[in-house]
T-cell receptor, first 112, second 113 residues
Framework: DQQVKQNSPSLSVQEGRISILNCDYT??????FLWYKKYPAEGPTFLIS?????DKNEDGRFTVFLNKSAKHLSLHIVPSQPGDSAVYFC???????????FGTGTRLQVFP | NAGVTQTPKFQVLKTGQSMTLQCAQD?????MSWYRQDPGMGLRLIHY???????DQGEVPNGYNVSRSTTEDFPLRLLSAAPSQTSVYFC????????????FGQGTRLTVV
């Protein structure tokens, strides 16, 4: 029972264009959402987060959008750079539990 | 500024052997957890702890034991390794349980033959 799903295993984008990574969740109790980036042979690193009281959070080239009614969030990277090539995980947690649940990941490749 | 430190980085075990994956954090975080990463499965929560002396099961706890005797350390024990436990294991810590990001170690790549 995958509570957090990333249905696109991979995405390929040209440098300078927008990358859009998607994430869906099933648990309506989730109220905090995060995106992580992972390079090979390294641990995941935190990128950006959003609380359920917001529908958008922006940090430089990264913007996360949350659609609670659709139980969907997305990460926009503009402009995409070759150094953004990595696996991206979305994650979710609920205030009434202690678990941080991750999705299956999307491998982003940014080509010149 | 070490953050979350995992040892060893690589390990090969024979089926039935036991071992302990070590995890230590120096950020005085209350919350620690173990994940395993498998192709197509993402990061799955094995066990977690909200403080010294308190542990609980995650999504895939079978075959693993944990304990939390100090705030800093959270070892993961495999009592009788199976090939299905071949994976990359990540330890993570969070300042507290609510609305905070997790910091991850570099991972331990475990192969069970």
């Amino acid at each position: 029972d995958q509570q957090v799903k990333q249905n696109s295993p991979s995405l390929s984008v040209q440098e300078g264009r927008i990358s859009i990574l998607n994430c869906d969740y099933t648990n309506s109790m989730f109220d905090y959402f995060l995106w992580y980036k992972k390079y090979p042979a390294e641990g995941p690193t935190f990128l950006i987060s959003i609380s359920s009281i917001k529908d958008k959070n922006e940090d430089g080239r990264f913007t996360v959008f949350l659609n609670k009614s659709a139980k969907h969030l997305s990460l926009h990277i503009v402009p995409s750079q070759p150094g953004d090539s990595a696996v991206y995980f979305c994650a979710a947690s609920a205030s009434n539990t202690d678990k941080l649940i991750f999705g299956t990941g999307t491998r982003l490749q940014v080509f010149p | 500024n070490a953050g979350v430190t995992q040892t060893p980085k690589f390990q090969v075990l024979k089926t039935g052997q036991s071992m302990t994956l070590q995890c230590a954090q120096d950020m005085n975080h209350e919350y620690m957890s173990w994940y395993r990463q498998d192709p197509g499965m993402g990061l799955r929560l094995i066990h977690y702890s909200v403080g010294a002396g308190i542990t609980d099961q995650g999504e895939v706890p079978n075959g693993y034991n944990v304990s939390r005797s100090t705030t800093e350390d959270f070892p993961l024990r495999l009592l009788s390794a199976a090939p299905s436990q071949t994976s990359v294991y990540f330890c993570a810590s969070r300042r507290d349980r609510v609305n905070t990001e997790a910091f991850f170690g570099q991972g331990t790549r475990l192969t069970v033959v």
